[in-house]
């Protein structure tokens, strides 16, 4: 849901983590691509929220920190943002 409303080459540099303590959490492959994602926060936010139906109010970015593709499938009780330190 959250991808189609990016760019198609942002989208494939970033990636919807999970929802965790009223955030939608995004992973981004490098700092740049997560400062572009940065930018879209405000359109992604009003669509978790409208759209989607979400209880958020914030979106977070983090950087993936290697090329390990089961962070695209992170389970949502785990923690984005520290995932590549336990796995």
Known sequence: ?????????????????CLRDGAAVFLADTPAWATRLRLHSPRL????????????DRIQVGVRRDSDESLLDLPCGADPLNWHRRH
């Open 1 to 17: 849901a959250f991808q189609s409303l990016l760019d198609p080459t942002l989208a494939r540099h970033c990636r919807f983590a």
């Open 45 to 56: 936010l009003e669509h978790a929220r409208g759209a989607l139906g979400l209880a958020v």
